[in-house]
């Protein structure tokens, strides 16, 4: 009875974690559709306001292994907690800012540290409680971030079109709070792991790893790396798709459709690929969407009409999208729960790390040869790199079936 209860349980608190990385990255993404209002009323450069988006990337990326060690040692709750007050607060003083500076500092600083709080944290929780259905677990919570341009983003732009860009981002800011608070209390301690190998890893030689232990191992190192090379991959060719579309000669509202759709593509990715990860293997199936991912890429430099524009961005949704939540599943397999919040808050980092390098790189490509197409080819060669660093990475080794001593021992 405690664990079905236990099990039901798990599933809220999946819920609760794709709220919050929905609202969480939804805010931060909004800065697309505040961009021009906040340049137009402030007389800022675009690339001025631009560079708050950066600046979340390198911020979220060095808070992620911060809030990841916290949640392992203070437990879950307190972290998303205070990154939900921190993310009102960004979004609050944004909303008052009256220079450039205090503007990348409110939204880009204090926001970005702030969105580290929620995904490593709220996958890794999520991931201890529910142990059957563990990838379709993980690909929820990272389905949130999936959904927060159909949900914010619309919000946003209503706000703005309604009051101004300060009361759009004020009003932001507060149901961030609103939402976020009591969503943070209903975070729970999961239940003590099944067996040794769910809390420890199926890598320690001692069945026990220590965070310094498990940074230096090459397991890690392959992960981290892969997980790098792939947002490194994809994130020049999902910042510079509606820009490059308008090339190829689709007009620009139809061109930001196409962007809408590889998005919410992801989205149906998260949930696709967490499934067949679960019958599967994270390992086979992160592999080979990674390399789906590689030749959507390439393919891109090969379609020019809108019909081909909308088919080709739905393979490149399914799997950009679909590979990401594997990332944490694979750290859970190996490492375990025990510290799974510092090692994917580590590994999250990496992440964050290539995401910030590709919309800046598709920018220099298309200064200095006025095209995109060295983006792509860089691209498509970065994410074969990713490919060939999965395929490295050791299959994790299936679980040995508890004794009965064991099964007294847990009940």
């Given at each position: 009875?405690?664990?079905?209860?236990?099990?039901?349980?798990?599933?809220?608190?999946?819920?609760?974690?794709?709220?919050?990385?929905?609202?969480?990255?939804?805010?931060?993404?909004?800065?697309?559709?505040?961009?021009?209002?906040?340049?137009?009323?402030?007389?800022?450069?675009?690339?001025?306001?631009?560079?708050?988006?950066?600046?979340?990337?390198?911020?979220?990326?060095?808070?992620?292994?911060?809030?990841?060690?916290?949640?392992?040692?203070?437990?879950?709750?307190?972290?998303?907690?205070?990154?939900?007050?921190?993310?009102?607060?960004?979004?609050?003083?944004?909303?008052?800012?009256?220079?450039?500076?205090?503007?990348?500092?409110?939204?880009?600083?204090?926001?970005?540290?702030?969105?580290?709080?929620?995904?490593?944290?709220?996958?890794?929780?999520?991931?201890?409680?529910?142990?059957?259905?563990?990838?379709?677990?993980?690909?929820?919570?990272?389905?949130?971030?999936?959904?927060?341009?159909?949900?914010?983003?619309?919000?946003?732009?209503?706000?703005?079109?309604?009051?101004?860009?300060?009361?759009?981002?004020?009003?932001?800011?507060?149901?961030?709070?609103?939402?976020?608070?009591?969503?943070?209390?209903?975070?729970?301690?999961?239940?003590?792991?099944?067996?040794?190998?769910?809390?420890?890893?199926?890598?320690?030689?001692?069945?026990?790893?220590?965070?310094?232990?498990?940074?230096?191992?090459?397991?890690?190192?392959?992960?981290?790396?892969?997980?790098?090379?792939?947002?490194?991959?994809?994130?020049?060719?999902?910042?510079?798709?509606?820009?490059?579309?308008?090339?190829?000669?689709?007009?620009?509202?139809?061109?930001?459709?196409?962007?809408?759709?590889?998005?919410?593509?992801?989205?149906?990715?998260?949930?696709?690929?967490?499934?067949?990860?679960?019958?599967?293997?994270?390992?086979?199936?992160?592999?080979?969407?990674?390399?789906v991912q590689a030749l959507a890429i390439a393919t891109y430099l090969a379609?020019?009409?809108?019909?081909?524009?909308?088919?080709?961005?739905?393979?490149?949704?399914?799997?950009?999208?679909?590979?990401?939540?594997?990332?944490?599943?694979?750290?859970?397999?190996?490492?375990?729960?025990?510290?799974?919040?510092?090692m994917f808050g580590a590994v999250s980092a990496f992440a964050s790390l290539?995401?910030?390098?590709?919309?800046?790189?598709?920018?220099?490509?298309?200064?200095?040869?006025?095209?995109?197409?060295?983006?792509?080819?860089?691209?498509?060669?970065?994410?074969?790199?990713?490919?060939?660093?999965?395929?490295?990475?050791?299959?994790?080794?299936?679980?040995?079936?508890?004794?009965?001593?064991?099964?007294?021992?847990?009940?």
């Amino acid at each position: 009875m405690g664990k079905a209860s236990g099990s039901s349980y798990g599933w809220v608190v999946v819920a609760v974690g794709a709220l919050m990385t929905c609202v969480a990255f939804g805010s931060m993404l909004a800065l697309a559709v505040f961009l021009q209002p906040i340049s137009e009323a402030m007389g800022w450069s675009r690339s001025g306001v631009s560079a708050a988006a950066t600046i979340n990337f390198l911020a979220m990326g060095l808070a992620a292994f911060f809030w990841g060690t916290l949640s392992d040692r203070f437990g879950t709750r307190i972290v998303v907690l205070s990154g939900t007050l921190l993310l009102g607060a960004g979004l609050i003083g944004a909303s008052q800012a009256t220079s450039l500076w205090q503007f990348q500092l409110a939204f880009g600083v204090l926001i970005g540290i702030a969105a580290g709080s929620f995904y490593a944290p709220m996958v890794a929780v999520a991931s201890a409680w529910v142990e059957q259905r563990r990838s379709l677990a993980v690909a929820l919570v990272s389905a949130g971030m999936g959904v927060s341009p159909m949900t914010v983003a619309p919000f946003a732009s209503y706000l703005i079109a309604s009051y101004d860009w300060r009361t759009a981002m004020l009003i932001i800011g507060i149901v961030a709070l609103a939402l976020l608070i009591p969503a943070s209390l209903l975070v729970r301690r999961p239940p003590e792991p099944s067996t040794p190998v769910a809390a420890h890893g199926t890598g320690a030689p001692d069945g026990q790893w220590t965070v310094a232990q498990a940074l230096r191992t090459p397991q890690f190192i392959i992960l981290a790396s892969a997980h790098f090379a792939c947002c490194a991959a994809h994130s020049g060719p999902i910042f510079h798709l509606v820009s490059y579309a308008m090339i190829c000669g689709i007009a620009p509202l139809t061109a930001v459709t196409v962007y809408s759709l590889a998005g919410f593509s992801g989205l149906g990715g998260r949930l696709l690929l967490g499934l067949l990860a679960d019958s599967f293997g994270a390992k086979h199936v992160l592999v080979g969407g990674l390399f789906v991912q590689a030749l959507a890429i390439a393919t891109y430099l090969a379609v020019g009409q809108l019909g081909e524009f909308y088919a080709l961005s739905v393979v490149f949704g399914l799997a950009y999208g679909g590979v990401m939540p594997l990332y944490a599943v694979l750290v859970r397999e190996y490492f375990g729960v025990r510290i799974m919040g510092s090692m994917f808050g580590a590994v999250s980092a990496f992440a964050s790390l290539g995401m910030a390098l590709g919309p800046l790189a598709g920018g220099w490509v298309f200064d200095a040869f006025h095209g995109y197409s060295w983006l792509y080819v860089g691209s498509f060669t970065i994410g074969m790199a990713a490919v060939a660093i999965a395929l490295s990475f050791p299959s994790a080794k299936r679980p040995p079936q508890p004794s009965l001593n064991v099964g007294r021992a847990a009940a």
